[in-house]
């Protein structure tokens, strides 16, 4: 596969999509970006988890949203497999092996000038009479009881405070006020956490800076997770190497930090010290936004960002997702996938012949894992590798094990290997009490007394393969291998 535009930013993206049937759609009907647009995308191409009528559609750009001028809204770039595979230039079925080599090859982020830096191209400082976040950045709301405007495809950047180290995460972001910004960090999950942690133990902020609509590998890249990458790896080395080239950041404005140099959008700012927010404080709705699992999540008690700035390309263009939607199961599944697949191979080399992080799980719940048995004694091994896979990913809660014969990516043929080689009372293996993510409603001590916290779930292990020495056995039906040019016009 050889893209024929190269991709850096948002807009190659765009263009790059817009070269490819079915690939994107656009629209200059006027849309609200408060529940409409998500509302609309819901039909379009949203997928995921989210709640039927769905489907795997096109990306999407709505150029005219309701109260903002010269701004759009793009929405949908990585909801399809497909189009990921388009986006780094690789074969959709192999894009965690793809990522496990970035990993291993890491390309460092460099910076340049702020008068190369487009993002920089349009300034607006807090202080400024007429401020407003609200008015500025037209983030939408996935739902109408969502607890305000949020940002969720914003590339968090800071430092370590203690020893200088970088990183970059995805958190999900609320705009408050004219000024302020909530965001909400998952317990022990993300390297921010440990940094904004260091600054308050000092009594200091933490600079920080949020850049919005950015070359997708970026946005892929920025989702692993340790321990595949450790505390002081910083995320935009796998993207230097997804595009061969270093990604280029810049120094911002207000904050001793840097931002992505070609984002549409940069909002610079400050994690405040021992300030929190009801993130409903605006709506009183206890609800904050639906999330990966297809679930509207509980509203928090959340940190504060001051924000002192926020800089944007002329006409900007905005980023946005649907939280449950296939655009979440791509960012969140594929480096779930290199993750697996690397601490597999490791330890049993050739045996492991892929790994899919499903919709049905959101892109960190569930994987198929399709291993094969080359000799009597790999009996069992399939079940050490989805131990391994637990190991390589902690919020993973269900592994489906599947022999080479199992399309993985087809989820019907994987619940028909859990029909024909699958006993619940002999191929189940329960690992109860063990901690996943909170997102789970089930996880909650509510859901069940032997939960101890939000959180714990039992995890799974469903062995839907042939036993080695039965496999003859369990030889699928054999059809004819047709000359595929012979009757192309039929087979696509």
């Known amino acids: 596969m050889s893209q024929k535009k190269q991709v850096n930013d948002l807009r ?4 790059l999509l817009g070269s490819i049937p079915g690939q994107l759609i656009q629209t200059d009907i006027e849309v ?8 609309v995308y819901r039909h379009v191409g949203a997928g995921g988890t989210v709640m039927r009528p769905t489907k795997e559609g096109p990306a999407m750009v709505f150029n005219k949203i309701k109260g903002f001028d010269h701004a759009r809204v793009a929405i949908g770039l990585l909801a399809s497999r497909k189009r990921v595979g388009l986006l780094l230039d690789t074969d959709p079925k192999t894009l965690g092996f793809h990522l496990g080599n970035s990993l291993k090859n890491p390309v460092p982020p460099i910076v340049i000038d ?3 830096a487009k993002c920089q191209e ?7 009479p007429g401020f407003d976040l609200k ?8 739902t109408e009881e969502d607890a305000g405007p949020y940002i969720t495809l914003g590339m968090c950047y800071a430092t370590d405070p203690e020893n200088g180290d970088t990183d970059i995460t995805i958190h999900r972001l609320c705009i408050q006020s004219k000024d302020e910004i909530s965001m909400f960090f998952t317990p022990g999950a993300r390297h921010l956490g440990v940094f904004r942690e260091k600054a308050e133990a000092m009594g200091k902020p933490l600079p920080i ?13 920025a989702c692993f997770e340790p321990p595949t990458t450790p505390l002081g790896f910083n995320e935009l080395q796998i993207a230097g190497a997804l595009r061969n080239r270093p990604v280029e950041l810049t120094k911002c404005l207000t904050i001793n930090e840097n931002c992505i140099a070609h984002a549409e959008y940069v909002i610079e700012g400050e994690l405040l010290p021992n ?20 679930y509207t999540g509980d509203a928090k008690e959340v940190q504060i960002i001051k924000v002192k700035a926020v800089t944007h390309r002329v006409n900007p263009i905005m980023q946005s997702c649907i939280g449950p939607s296939e655009e979440h199961v791509s960012m969140a599944g594929i480096p779930t996938e290199a993750s697996i697949i690397q601490m597999i191979e490791r330890a049993m080399p050739g045996r492991l012949q892929n790994v899919y992080a499903a919709p049905c799980g959101g892109g960190k719940y569930v994987v198929v894992i399709q291993f094969k048995k080359r000799m009597p004694s790999d009996e069992g091994r399939q079940r050490q590798a989805a131990l391994l896979a637990f190991s390589a990913f902690s919020e993973l809660k269900h592994v489906f094990l ?13 619940m028909w290997a859990m029909t024909t080689r699958f006993q619940g009372n002999e191929d189940a293996i329960f690992i109860p009490g063990v901690r996943c993510h909170p997102l789970d409603p089930s996880s909650s001590p509510e859901y069940s007394s032997s939960i101890r916290d939000a959180g714990i779930s039992c995890k799974a292990i469903f062995d839907c393969t042939v036993p080695y020495d039965q496999k003859q056995n369990f030889i699928r039906a054999k059809f004819m291998d047709i000359d595929k040019d012979k009757w192309a016009e039929f087979i696509k």
Do not use: C
Request: charged share 30%; net charge negative.
């Open 114 to 116: 702020n008068k190369d």
């Open 209 to 221: 800076s949020i850049s919005i609509g950015v070359d997708p590998a970026i946005e892929i890249a």
């Open 402 to 414: 599947v022999d080479e014969d199992v399309d993985l990516f087809d989820m019907n043929d994987v």
């Open 12 to 15: 190659t993206a765009l263009e």
């Open 135 to 142: 008015k500025l950045v037209p983030a939408p709301t996935n």
């Open 275 to 294: 300030q929190t927010v009801r993130e409903d404080q605006n709506t009183n709705t206890g609800k904050a936004m639906p999330e990966f699992p297809g």
């Open 122 to 128: 349009v300034v607006h400082y807090a202080d400024d």
């Open 32 to 39: 609200d970006p408060h529940a409409e647009l998500s509302g």
